[in-house]
């Protein structure tokens, strides 16, 4: 190349293209990463829940004295109960 010469239209579509390109790429990596921790999480849920729901059930009675008396259920936040299985006979 002379010196002094001007850049042409290719010279920045040289530029542009590989920039673009890694971005786009960056982007997609990104993604992915966010995927795979997404699926993570589910996961964890999906385990926690099917822990919950295998417990033993617990007696409507103790769920309901608890609410009245505003006390968590057994010393635990409202999440405990979430999933969890409910006797409900007399």
């Not at 795979?36 to 589910?42: F, H, I, L, N, S």
């Amino acid at each position: 190349r002379r010196k002094g010469k001007k850049k042409t239209a290719s010279s920045v579509g040289g530029i542009i293209g590989p920039a673009v390109f890694l971005s786009l790429a960056a982007f997609t990596g990104m993604l992915g990463y966010w995927q795979v921790k997404r699926r993570q999480w589910k996961v964890d849920l999906i385990d926690s829940r099917t822990k919950k729901l295998k417990m033993a059930p617990i007696p409507l009675e103790e769920v309901l004295r608890s609410m009245q008396e505003g006390d968590a259920f057994d010393g635990a936040t409202d999440d405990a109960l979430e999933f969890r299985q409910v006797n409900s006979k007399l």
